[in-house]
């Protein structure tokens, strides 16, 4: 443990109110602290540089996933081991409760939590390609009331987010896919547990006919950004599914990741296997007779 | 009265139970009363000169012991072998990590704040990050050529072969990276120390012995005043052997200066970075080789990276050039090799020692010359394995029957070798994942090489109690291998007595002899050997002494050491090591025998290439292998299981990535150690033939299991890919890179 | 010095005995267990969340303690390894372990133990995948895992 407690606080506010009232009076100055499987490690690496942070783990009101407006509603402090529990994610969201199963291990997914993986705003997180090839909203609450952003506008940058500083992620807003929609989830991270992910690659398409529909492409770890893919979702969206267009979608997938070399992969393979992962997509699309 | 009730059983291992019920004391369980804790400030830099230190603001220094080079009482080296690395360093810094000063506190969170605001202020010099940079001497960073050491082993005459025109002469290039040991209990101790009283060290290390003979040149003290026990040992595998003399020492500098026990145990952070790794290796290899697969000569020249300082890179080379040419008849070998120096900090012992990067480069280059003259790569090592009466690379004659032929077969129809080998080459035609199967074949010697048990002259100790209780008395430690099960079954058999009458007794320098280190899987065969003789002349002194006769029931041997003890005190016996009648080692020429025995085997990996991420994965895993008579069979398949699953983390998935002489990824997460979901059921199978050297016919065993899955795995790759690939780790980003017309929009 | 500011008080129940301890909020469950509570059984492998040497269960969950901060440990019911025996009789896994050979070095074992327990009780009869799975969270580095699964598939059978 390398950090000097002292110079820390957590905070334990009673309820969700408190918790909004601490950020209102003294906004910057608190941070959440949720299921810890990331704060935790900086801290122990004498690399937390916030120094006061409140526990919310306890609010119960933010755990859990219901139904609002058609829509599936996931809690922020719901757990990966909630995700995989819970029948109608796994049914209707099957690339959530796989990421939700590939993060860490049993360990963490008792832990982490969905509002933390986005709001922690790392762009190697697992959950997030789905949530945005889900076309997901997220729902912000403060003090002075709610408002929901649409998660593709969410990150900003490295580890930037829309959040204002007075506000808590108080839930996840998933829209049910349509009926024979086609869900591609796949994380390349080394090996099979306990791995953050090299490339995480996550799509969701409509095939109506023999041709594509609305098609969502997200990836993590290939930017500083979880990134969904307008442009390559723009060049296949209305065509057929044949070996030109997954030429042609892969090259312009390749321009519009921005992969780096770091400790754990190279740019290169970050975007080969990028590009692989879309042909592998598309050609099973195709080979269930699109 | 021998038995054979306990020797191939497998009874319950001594510790289990405090191991299963978290009562096992290690060493960062313990603490003292008026403890501090100790932390260690490094440099940042590779190489320079050091010109000063800093103490920031804000601390309260006035609180604090500091300990620089200045305060060592004797010499500031960890003595070893060239005694060349300085304990804290005095004007120069030769890696990154080196150890420049210490701090000790009680409170372990304000140290760390203490530990960052110490600013050393280095002038840079420039360093040398690899073998290449090292040999082209690019800077001169350890001696007068960067060289460490250098062997020459001779066999027949490789010159003027290769120009025979009927020969096929084949070359490849291997190399191997460097691997963290990765023991899950972190490198610490506990030191006391005075300059009245001498020093007590308790830790977690596998060599007491090594570490008290450091400790006396460091404080100039006489031996009986330093005194090392070893706490319980969660792994060590090699990362334990050397390493602990330098915590030991930085911890009993501090207690020695505050007057106070200090604790100092490494967060997983600072092992990783700051303790040795597994030698990073080259091998070149030249072979000629009839038309008809007759192996007729080996050239091989054999490099590894030290890393800065000598420590134990001359015998790790040793022990690789020995290894280099393999279980093979080969009338003309020669191979030169060199321990290089670089400004990475000090490589180490791992298991296998050397041998795995030797042997992981002959088994790729003799697939390579089965492939160029269109045999099959087992008919080629069938048609050299060495027999009974034939010489090694060291003209060591083999006198043990020697069935490789046999392991080769069992470990063939285990896997059904010859039918995937068939069926994947089809069937990879088609689909995006490729499969292959592919093996190796090899040796490993047991005990120090050539004339080094020798120079150890082991002892091990045996009291029988007053109750009729056996005591084992040995230095060798138990650190998961089960260390303390063997010899207790060892030392029952020879006595014909219960399991449960025997305790091996904990490594304390003050209370047991030294049997020397525990490594080069001597501790069952060497040291085991000696438990046994040991059990026997209590057996033989109390016969003497009139009061057993040739059997005896447990009550009657009870009785036999009361009446003993209360006539003479005591019954302790000693037993030194002396070296078996006929064996020879010229040191000068690296001739002879270079080990008492050797344990053979032939391992089989199947593995599944996806095209689309060229990830590895290994599905199936045989290893086969003769050990002479196993002691314990689920202790010693789990030594397999173990060792091979080091191997394919080496061979797949471990790392080490470099920048500027730093370990960039020394965090778990990063550095990446197979979990359950990763590995294959691993099927161990033995072959008994007993030595007579060793207890009950055992032979070495613990890093044999770590040479084989490397070359097994990428024989494996280059059968499912088409593509050979020569280094390890093989990284997905390695392999897409080597495949990569055929990965791309797969 | 030695005393870190800021302290609160923590009751929770550990090994079905109420706790009360003074900690920093952000101290490590881990630290608390070993430090506070002399519980040692409980080992730090990595400090980092990867290798489960760590594993406790809180409210029959499975957590690395060394990520949970003694605050959030308020009223929770933990386990540690020293309470899966019941007094001197083993339970079925820790019998398991020591059969098979489970245990070489034992630094992973309290963690190995108590991830195999909650396993078991989540899954009685697990697949070969669900011991993998199971188990994936708790690196062991001695036995290459053969071992533990004989042991898992002993404790399950009986």
Known sequence: MRAYLPSYELAVPRTLDDALAMLRDEPGVWRPFAGGTDLMVLLEAGKLEHRKFFSIRHLSELRGVGDSDGRVRVGALTTYTDVRRSEPLTRHFPMLGRAARETGGIAIQNRGTVGGNIANASPAADTPPALLAYGAEVELISASGARRVPYAEFHTGYKRTVMRADELVAAVLLPRPREGARHYYRKVGTRRAQAISKVCFAALAEVEGDTLGEVRVALGSVAPVVLRCPRTEALLKGRRVDGELSGAAAEELAREITPIDDVRSTARYRSRVARNLLAEFLSGLSAEGV | MTSDKNIGKPVPRKEGRAKVTGAARYVDDLSLPGMLYGVTVRSPVPRGRLVGVHFGDGIPWDEFTVVTSRDIPGANYVALILNDQPYLAETFVNHAEEPVLLLAHPDKYLLEEARRAVKLEIEPLPGVFDIEESLARAEVVWGEDNVFKTFLVEKGNVEGVWDTSDLVVVEGEYRTGAQEQLYIETNGVIAEASPGGGVVVRGSMQCPYYVHKALVKLFDLPEEKIRVIQTETGGGFGGKEEYPSLIAGHAALLAWKSGRPVKMVYDRAEDMLATTKRHPSRTRHRTAVTRDGRLVAMDIDFVVDGGAYATLSSVVLSRGTIHAAGPYNCPNVRIRSRAVATNVPPHGAFRGFGAPQSIFALERQLDKVAAAIGLAPDELRRRNFITKGETTATGQVIREEVDLPGLLDRAFELTDYHAKRERFARENKAGRVKRGIGFASFMHGAGFTGSGEKYLQSIVGCEATADGRVHVLSASTEIGQGTNTIFAQIAADALGLDYETIEVVRPDTADVPNSGPTVASRTCMIVGKLVESAALQIRETLRGAGLVGDAYTGEEWARACAAYVERNGALKTFTQYTQPEGVEWDDERYRGDAYGAYAWAVYVAEVSVDTLTCETRVEDFVAVQEVGRVIHPVLAAGQIEGGVAQGIGWALYENVVWRDGRMANGQMTNYIMPTSADLPPIRVHFFENPYAGGPGGAKGIGELPMDGPAPAILNAVEHATGVALDHVPLTPEALMDALAPEAVGA | ?158
């Open chain 3, 1 to 158: 010095m030695t005393e870190a500011p800021g302290k609160i008080s923590i009751s929770c129940t550990v090994n079905g005995e109420a706790v009360t301890l003074e900690a920093h909020p952000f101290a490590r469950l881990l630290d608390v267990l070993r430090e506070g509570l002399r519980l040692t059984g409980t080992k730090e492998g990595c400090g980092e969340g990867e290798c489960g040497a760590c594993s406790v269960l809180i409210d029959g969950e499975l957590v690395n303690s060394c990520l949970v901060p003694a605050a959030q440990a308020e009223g929770a019911r933990v386990l540690t390894v020293e309470g899966v025996a019941d007094g001197e009789r083993l339970h079925a896994v820790q019998r398991a372990m020591i059969e098979c050979g489970g245990a070489q070095c034992g630094i992973c074992t309290p963690g190995m133990v108590l991830a195999a327990v909650n396993l078991l009780e989540r899954t009685p009869r697990p697949t070969d995948a669900d011991i993998r799975e199971g188990l994936a969270g708790n690196l062991c580095r001695c036995t290459g895992y053969t071992k533990i699964f004989d042991a898992v598939v002993r404790a399950c059978e009986r």
